[in-house]
Each structure stands twice: as C-alpha cells, then as structure tokens.
C-alpha cells in the first residue's frame, strides 16, 4: 500500500510473466511468510533494495508500515506473502487479482 503516486514510482513487467513489479520500502528487510499474516512463519527474509512481483492479493492481518496501515498482503510466490504496508504500489487498495 502506497499513498504516493508519483512520476518516480517503479512498476514494472517482471521478464515475461506478466506480473508487475513494486519495490520495497527503502531501508526494509522485508519478512516473505508462508501465508497473509503475522502468525504465519517467517519463510524467507527479502534484501534491502528488493522488488517484488505480486501474483495476486488477499486480506489477512493488519499490519503497519512506511506506507501506512493495512490488512492486504502480496502474495509473491507460491505459499510467499508480504504486507502491502511495506511495498509501494501506488494505491492504498488492490492493484493486482485477489487470490483464490
């Protein structure tokens, strides 16, 4: 989630999947769980200066972050989930298909 929508947003095509890219909040290792939420396990720990791409999008724990406070999560792989809170979309909604 994003409230900022600017010239110097990045959003890109990851090569030939069709999916589009966000970066990270800048300053963040961001925590990729194995599911929508703060209970789910910590699966992976992204690197500062991420991108992701996001498959689809699901409601699941609220969580805040440099880009404000929100309960939609990016799922970024099979079983992979960020807060949107910590990636800038642009929108404070859903930019990308719900999952399921």
């Known amino acids: 989630m994003s409230v900022e929508n600017d010239s110097s947003q990045v959003q890109s095509l990851a090569a030939?999947?069709?999916?589009?890219?966000?970066?990270?909040?800048?300053g963040y290792r961001l925590n990729v769980r194995s599911g929508p939420g703060?209970?789910?396990?910590?699966?992976?720990?992204?690197?500062?200066?991420?991108t992701v791409t996001l498959r689809c999008q699901t409601e699941g724990t609220t969580v805040s972050g440099p880009y404000g406070t929100s309960d939609i999560w990016d799922c970024v792989g099979n079983g992979r989930f960020v807060s949107d809170a910590y990636v800038r979309t642009g929108s404070d909604?859903?930019?990308?298909?719900?999952?399921?």
């Open 16 to 26: 030939g999947s069709g999916y589009p890219s966000y970066p990270v909040a800048p």
């Open 38 to 50: 703060t209970n789910y396990s910590v699966i992976d720990v992204l690197p500062l200066g991420a």
């Open 93 to 100: 909604g859903f930019v990308v298909t719900r999952c399921g």
